[in-house]
T-cell receptor
Framework: QKEVEQNSGPLSVPEGAIASLNCTYS??????FFWYRQYSGKSPELIMSIYSNGDKEDGRFTAQLNKASQYVSLLIRDSQPSDSATYLC????????????FGRGTQLTVWP | DAEITQSPRHKITETGRQVTLACHQTWNHNNMFWYRQDLGHGLRLIHY???????NKGEVSDGYSVSRSNTEDLPLTLESAASSQTSVYFC???????????????FGPGTRLTVL
């Protein structure tokens, strides 16, 4: 089992819809969780980080964490074509603080 | 402004040559990381460092080496380049390892390496 798994995608949604990106992780001792966005040909950039169970909102983005289910998600409300990118889930294990384990990413396309 | 830079941005080399990719950060971060990114594999960790004189192997370290002589730089060396090392290489840095926002990794712009 991989450390971090994401829904394989690609995911395609119309402009204005909610895009839902999911991620599961294998280490129950994981402490920190990150969502990065990566445009084609560019480097990953941080969108959200979350450390405790529940929801965390930042503008159109909401991260949700459920440690009991080892599940973290990212919701993008009112999706825009500029949100079209690959989204990477990253997890920090408690046993290796500082090191992040990345999923393979989910490619999102928002069509006008 | 503080930043993380990589050089060169593009490199073409031949099989068997030694290649060094540079990474420089001005945030004074303790942690630095090298990843490679290939289609179908996502980001894979090559080597990382938690501070000066500290280096650790990641999941795909064979054929690569790093050294950390100061806080700002973590150069990645391919000892004898192979075609399988054709990839995009990203350097990243973070402040600490404390399960906090300080663990956020910030990425450089990447180096596209082609080994012929």
């Amino acid at each position: 089992q991989k450390e971090v798994e994401q829904n394989s995608g690609p995911l395609s949604v119309p402009e204005g819809a909610i895009a839902s990106l999911n991620c599961t992780y294998s280490d129950r001792g994981s402490q920190s969780f990150f969502w990065y966005r990566q445009y084609s040909g560019k480097s990953p950039e941080l969108i959200m980080s979350i450390y405790s169970n529940g929801d965390k909102e930042d503008g159109r983005f909401t991260a949700q964490l459920n440690k009991a289910s080892q599940y973290v998600s990212l919701l993008i409300r009112d999706s825009q074509p500029s949100d079209s990118a690959t989204y990477l889930c990253a997890v920090e294990r408690g046993s290796t603080l500082g090191r992040l384990y990345f999923g393979r990413g989910t490619q999102l396309t928002v069509w006008p | 402004d503080a930043e993380i830079t990589q050089s060169p941005r593009h490199k073409i080399t031949e099989t068997g040559r030694q290649v060094t990719l540079a990474c420089h950060q001005t945030w004074n971060h303790n942690n630095m990381f090298w990843y490679r990114q290939d289609l179908g594999h996502g980001l894979r960790l090559i080597h990382y460092s938690y501070g000066v004189q500290d280096t650790n192997k990641g999941e795909v370290s064979d054929g690569y080496s790093v050294s950390r002589s100061n806080t700002e730089d973590l150069p990645l060396t391919l000892e004898s380049a192979a075609s399988s090392q054709t990839s995009v290489y990203f350097c990243a840095s973070s402040e600490t390892g404390t399960a906090s926002p300080k663990d956020t990794q910030y990425f450089g712009p990447g180096t596209r390496l082609t080994v012929l």
